[in-house]
């Protein structure tokens, strides 16, 4: 097995880990960083990003506008000290970006322009057309080859976290091409691997998104915080569940029934006009985008499309081909190449589907999680700024915010420590390898993608938009057995070189960790609060008193373990979370008393 | 729910582990209409043949994994639709021009160190702190490098280059025209630095002006435009050297 040795070990090579990447580099060119991801980073999911990130630029808004709609978006399960870190760093990540080259798109005095989000008092999203994601993701890779220190192992697949005398010290890659191990040893490690979307059926995600960062924490005794919060985005094609971004909605399009009639105004978020209006009807937040939808449906209220999902209608005929063109273009080409729709003629067919996992590895707010030389950055993470539900465009800001410190609090802390013995550290790696070799060999009855599908069924019927505590325990039930299943399965492909399949099958090894994190701990959560919302009684509405807290899921031999840890609130005590007329009624009561208090 | 159809589609497949040389198997598969090439081989992998290897991942033509060749054209395979391939046998193989790790994987090492070798970031003219807010960049401003910082690296315009297929020493469209990408943007000074690069034989004198690059862009990036500038550039500069002005 080839050794390699380095100061810093990135795993993830989105967003966040050329973040991170980029800020140790620049930190201390001295270090030797390694990023390691099992895609060209370009690749990354990062790029499907479309609408845009946070950073408070116009002179009517303020950090505490931006703190506010986090924590009030979040359901007030925010990490309150995280916020406060977060929206004062975004601006200058902007910033950042924009000197290293990303195309933002400007105002006619060249400045930077911004444009409106669901749930955001004052515009604040920067954004590159519609291609937000794919921009940043591109200048910051490209940047990252300024940095000779920074040595990409690209096309590696991470299959264990190394840990020893109770600290991160490095992890086992596999290349792909070859099928060959690395040993990759390291003072400090930051995981960047993004979310797990891919454990429901219908989701927006690249098949990359499968959630390995986070099962790799978790294996090594880290639990994971708040899995239960898994963001369905409104406005997905029906079928794929390809994107069709909020900026679609911040633009000024509409969300229709079948009957032509603007339905958001029945639940909770009118009255329907004026329009455009912030925190209001399709700019509300996408939880409660998501749950309208879905009542909506057992209404009967919306449209059958050819894939035998139903759908409502986002209409941007009014918005006119121009400005289309110009603040919409991959919008308009998806719609056109996969749907045959001409956006400035007809109406989008759009449905939720599952976009984002509010959870992750818990970390403090510079980016340390509770095991030392360990840090975690992005959707893996669970920073704490997201609570209940994020708020769009603060994911894209949080990979710069976060990925910056995960990459300077892992090279502060690699100085700081000795390097693990290479030959102990060798001893587990081989373990490891093992491990991770015996699906290629074992004989079984399993096929891969049926363990799979049936996966993504249960967390899809279970955990959906609405939840009950039947649904949830069927779908554990079935989990467990799924277990037992992938166990056996057999692969049709034996050898090491770019045997996706089994790489596929460490994949769902992963999957399968995190979805029993998401189905348990929404079990024990019998409250409604953001985007975990039941319907079985006495868990309808949100439930302070016990269950203002995160939840923590740790591995057993068998279900994990849920446990709770308390919320920092630094100055927002939690207050009536609304949008429309209510929204407006409830932040004259909350939120204006407290910023007097402060100003007094 | 649609109705289902049927397709065969023909993979060339490659075993480096193997002796043999690529050989083509069909596999025949239901489709429906709204499936892409990209759902057909998934579908393959899954339920006929797990050891058949392609890479993709956004399915959203954007992350620029799944580009081979459908029918002898460069294509993102989720953007193609089987519909369009009917009654079939369609046939998908390699990216041309690369070499063959497995199947339909190609080595992109070549393209990957391309692209570093232009200094592919902005080397600002002016360095200003971030306190000193962003660099103003007009809407023309940024019109005039935009189409080129849309390459998504795909790779299809190298596929689709005669040149390249010959020869591939040379920089080929993508680099190309993000070379162009940097060096047109108002806010970096490198330009004189990276036409170094242009004026090689290996630069942009390496096209023959073919065109089929930009034919196959996903994304309107037009690399034969970027080459074709550079050209343009590369000349002037040749002779203003030669005149002494430079």
Known sequence: MERLDFDVVIVGGGGAGLRAAIAAASLDPKLRIALVSKVYPMRSHTVAAEGGAAGVVLPEDSLEHHFNDTVTGGDWLCDQDAVEYFVAHCTEEMIQLEHWGCPWSRRPDGRANVRAFGGMKIERTWFAADLTGFHMLHTLFQTSMKYPSITRLDEHFVCDLLVQDGRAQGVLAIEVATGEFKMVRAGAVVIATGGAGRVFRQNTNGGIVTGDGMALAYRSGVPLRDMEFVQYHPTCMPGTGLLFTEACRGEGGILTNKDGYRYLQDYGLGPADPWPRKKAMELGPRDRLSQAFWHEQKKGRTIMTPSGDECVNLDLRHLGRAHLRERLPQICELAEQFLGVDPAEKPIPVRPAVHYTMGGIPTDKLTAAPLPGLFAAGECASVGIHGANRLGSNSLAELCVFGKVAGEQAAHFARAHDRADASVLASQARDAEDRALAPLTRGGTERLACVRDAMARAMEDGCGIYRTAEGMQETCDTLAELRQSAARIALGHHARGWNTEWLAALELGYQLEVAEAMAHSGLARRESRGAHQRLDAGCTTRDDARFLKHTLASRTQGAPRISWSEVVITKSPPGTRAYGAAGEAAEKAHVEPIAKAANA | ?246
């Open chain 2, 1 to 246: 729910m649609p109705e289902a159809r049927n397709i065969t589609i023909e993979v060339l497949r490659y075993d480096p582990d193997g002796d043999g040389p690529p050989y083509l198997q069909a596999f025949p598969i239901e489709f429906t209409d709204d499936m892409s090439v990209l759902q057909g081989l998934q579908q393959i992998k899954d339920f006929q043949d797990g050891s058949l290897t392609f890479r993709w991942s956004c399915r959203m033509a954007i992350c620029g994994s799944c580009g081979m060749m459908i029918d002898g054209t460069p294509s993102l395979a989720c953007r193609s639709f089987l519909r369009d391939y009917l009654p079939g046998p369609l046939r998908v193989e390699a990216l041309a021009h690369f070499p063959i790790e497995r199947d339909l994987v190609v080595d992109a090492g070549d393209f990957m160190a391309k692209l570093a070798r232009i200094k592919p970031y902005i080397i600002p003219k002016e360095v200003k702190p971030l306190s000193a807010g962003e660099y103003l960049q007009t809407p023309e401003d940024l019109e005039r490098y935009e189409q080129f910082s849309h390459c998504i690296n795909c790779m299809l315009c190298y596929a689709a280059c005669p040149q390249y297929g010959l020869d591939n020493k040379w920089l080929g469209p993508g680099v190309t025209a993000l070379l162009h990408r940097y060096n047109s943007d108002s806010r970096d000074g490198a330009a004189g630095e990276r036409m170094q690069l242009a004026h090689e034989p290996e630069g942009v004198w390496g096209c023959t002006a073919v065109g089929y690059c930009s034919e196959v862009c996903p994304k309107a990036v037009d690399p034969a435009n970027a080459v074709n500038q550079n050209k343009t550039k590369s000349a002037v500069s040749f002779f203003a050297r030669f005149l002494g002005g430079e």
